[in-house]
């Protein structure tokens, strides 16, 4: 069994910042990738962010220059801060791992269960 936990959402004035958080807990060997996701009414799930095991990132060009993606390798756990925060950043924030439960085992994806972000103006 594994869980992801997300944390850190809330209300935040445009131009404010928010830290995101998730941790990674169970039957985990070791985690390839973990992702920032967002979703927001009415529209798809959208990637905001990835970072791998080594530590490379990538994110989508809307938050280039806004965003950190990082992670604790030893506490399975990704960060996602946010900086100046734009009303249309507004959306449910999903984490997720693609990660494997023995060595040379298969991957798997799981996901957290999400966490609100909303941006007034």
């Known amino acids: 069994q594994v869980q992801l936990v997300e944390s850190g959402g809330g209300l935040v004035q445009a131009g404010g910042s928010l830290r995101l958080s998730c941790a990674a807990s169970?039957?985990?060997?070791?985690?390839?990738?973990m992702d920032w996701y967002c979703q927001a009414p009415g529209q798809q799930r959208e990637l905001v962010a990835t970072?791998?095991?080594?530590?490379?990132?990538n994110y989508a060009d809307s938050v280039k220059g806004r965003f950190i993606i990082s992670r604790d390798n030893a506490k399975n756990t990704v960060y996602l801060q946010m900086n100046s925060l734009k009303p249309e950043d507004t959306a449910v924030y999903y984490c997720?791992?693609?990660?494997?439960?023995?060595?040379?085992?298969?991957?798997?994806?799981?996901w957290g269960q999400g966490t609100q972000v909303t941006v007034s103006s």
């Open positions: 970072i791998i095991s080594g530590g490379s990132a």
């Open positions: 169970g039957s985990i060997f070791s985690i390839d990738a």
């Open positions: 997720s791992a693609i990660l494997r439960k023995r060595s040379g085992g298969t991957t798997y994806r799981y």
